[in-house]
């Protein structure tokens, strides 16, 4: 895939975001796009008892990875912002590291269409999908 | 006898009221946040968020990520199907949409006030709002949510603790 920005780039810009870097998010770079990764942490949980990650994180998390999409596809100073995000909870996300992948639907001249899909362990099982529109 | 034929009272009614803590204590990330309950009622719920630099998308321009309103606002969504339940039941996000409306003002705590508007046998629906103090009426994002009722087999925290607690 080409890109605009490389994965240093990338790194770089995930430590300009404290709270990604509170969460512990990594980004990688291949021939498919951003390959976002979350590693599993205690505090990071919602429900104790079965354990499984707060929906809130998994919402943010797949929220990050569409924002790195986006930074990944276009080079611009500015960083979008988002205007709404909608998240579909699918399973929950057990103690494991989470993985997600976006792809940008529409890149317009003012807002950007983005959907994400995140899992742990088997792809074809998503723990959460979801969409946001970013004003650019 | 006219008591009995009336509806159940809301199975967290001993835990209305402010700063009841106990309803979040159980959830390891809203301690971790430091998330306060502010208030809990009849089927809705405020919640706080203390400010703080971990939770900024910028760090130069002090405006809190969007993630983190999401997680407040399901949050205080979930609890405010907790407050609607006439029985304890566990619960979980089916989904929840948000608007970023406009960037939260920095150095300001966060507020998240959720009302669950309608319940059904399976489906709770909730509105919720972020805001900053006495601002109710000026919201930087709101959200809609859906919950399923009854969503794990086994007992949830918040059943066991809650439980523990009751007098």
């Given at each position: 895939m080409k890109t605009a920005r490389s994965a240093s780039d990338l790194d770089l810009m995930v430590t300009r975001i404290p709270y990604a870097v509170y969460l512990g998010?990594?980004?990688?770079?291949?021939?498919?796009?951003?390959?976002a990764r979350l590693p599993f942490r205690n505090d990071l949980v919602g429900n104790a008892g079965l354990p499984a990650l707060h929906g809130g994180v998994v919402g943010a998390f797949l929220e990050l990875t569409a924002l790195f999409q986006l930074l990944a596809s276009v080079r611009d100073a500015r960083i979008p912002k988002p205007i709404n995000f909608n998240v579909n909870f699918l399973r929950s996300a057990g103690p494991l590291e989470c993985l997600a992948?976006?792809?940008?639907?529409?890149?317009?001249?003012?807002?950007?269409?983005?959907?994400?899909?995140?899992?742990?362990?088997?792809?074809?099982?998503?723990?959460?999908?979801?969409?946001?529109?970013?004003?650019? | 006898?006219?008591?009995?034929?009336?509806?159940?009272?809301?199975?967290?009614?001993?835990?209305?009221?402010?700063?009841?803590?106990?309803?979040i204590a159980h959830i390891p990330h809203a301690v971790e946040l430091g998330m306060t309950m502010e208030q809990a009622g009849p089927c809705q719920a405020l919640i706080r968020i203390p400010q703080g630099e971990r939770l900024l998308g910028a760090a130069s321009r002090g405006v809190v990520f969007g993630g983190v309103i999401t997680t407040l606002l399901d949050q205080v969504g979930g609890a405010a199907v907790m407050c609607s339940l006439r029985e304890l039941t566990s619960i979980a996000t089916i989904d929840l949409r948000i608007?970023?409306?406009?960037?939260?003002?920095?150095?300001?705590?966060?507020?998240?006030?959720?009302?669950?508007?309608?319940?059904?046998?399976?489906?709770?629906?909730?509105?919720?709002?972020?805001f900053h103090d006495g601002e109710l009426d000026d919201p930087?994002?709101?959200?809609?949510?859906?919950?399923?009722?009854?969503?794990?087999?086994?007992?949830?925290?918040?059943?066991?603790?809650?439980?523990?607690?009751?007098?």
């Open positions: 998010l990594r980004v990688d770079l291949d021939e498919e796009g951003v390959l992948r976006a792809r940008v639907v529409k890149h317009g001249k003012r807002i950007a269409n983005v959907e994400v899909v995140a899992w742990q362990g088997d792809r074809a099982k998503p723990v959460a999908s979801g969409f946001g529109n970013f004003l650019l | 006898m006219r008591a009995a034929m009336n509806k159940p009272d809301f199975a967290l009614r001993d835990f209305f009221g402010d700063r009841r803590q106990e309803l608007d970023y409306m406009r960037p939260s003002t920095p150095g300001r705590d966060l507020l998240g006030h959720a009302q669950c508007y309608r319940l059904t046998r399976n489906v709770a629906f909730v509105k919720a709002r972020a930087f994002a709101i959200a809609l949510s859906t919950f399923m009722l009854a969503a794990n087999p086994t007992p949830p925290g918040v059943m066991k603790a809650l439980r523990s607690q009751q007098p």
